[in-house]
């Protein structure tokens, strides 16, 4: 479909919506992410249910450090932010700073996820083991799976950035570099709802 577009003026405005293809990946991405937010607010869901069964094992309050936690969450935000200079660039078909913007996005989300395991690790020495309580698995499988989706994101850009290296920007691969910014913004925002209901509430009581 892409042979529809006539690009010797150069790229359209919206090279990553300008082809039939572009615009069905923009539309399957967005049928993607609502399943994934009915996935999540199911495990929000359970984990408000069971977070106060600690069974007599540590209590959130007396483990999450709000100053690590709280720059986790500004990593990741200036991640997506990133990634919506690496969209402005594609839009002005400047592939050099597209590739730079994802290469940082990359790198922050590499020290979102140090961050989080080294997190992970801190609560098990504390006695915080995946079996410890109803609250310890429901912590760790809602914030892990959300650290799942980050390690997927994270192979994605990378993926794309080594297929893509001399490419440039083209209607085939605009799409991707866009859905790929979707995502990302969409786990940012779910750590947005984790920051506020996991930390921010269970310090808070």
């Known amino acids: 479909m892409a042979d529809s577009v006539d690009v010797n003026k150069g790229l359209p405005a919206n090279p990553e919506k300008a082809t039939l293809e572009g615009k069905n990946k923009f539309l399957g991405m967005f049928v ?12 929000f869901g359970t984990y408000l249910g069971l977070r106060s069964g600690t069974a007599s094992g540590p209590e959130s309050a007396d483990l999450f450090q709000l100053p690590l936690v709280f720059i986790m969450t500004m990593i990741l935000l200036t991640s997506s932010l990133t990634s919506v200079l690496a969209t402005f660039a594609m839009k002005k078909n400047q592939f050099g700073k597209l590739k730079l913007w994802m290469w940082v996005t990359f790198l922050l ?14 609560y098990y020495e504390h006695g915080l083991g995946y079996t410890t309580s109803a609250f310890a698995s429901s912590f760790y499988t809602l914030v892990g799976l959300h650290g799942a989706h980050v390690l997927f994101g994270l192979g994605w850009i990378l993926l794309l950035l080594l297929r893509n290296r001399n490419a440039g920007i083209t209607l085939t691969n605009a799409p991707k570099f866009y859905a790929f910014s979707l995502y990302w913004h969409f786990i940012d925002l779910v750590w947005v709802f984790i920051f506020t209901v996991v930390y921010l509430m269970g310090i808070g009581g």
């Open 32 to 43: 993607f992410l609502a399943g994934e937010t009915t996935m999540f607010a199911t495990f």
């Open 109 to 122: 989300g590499v020290s979102f996820l140090s961050l989080e395991i080294y997190e992970f690790v801190e």
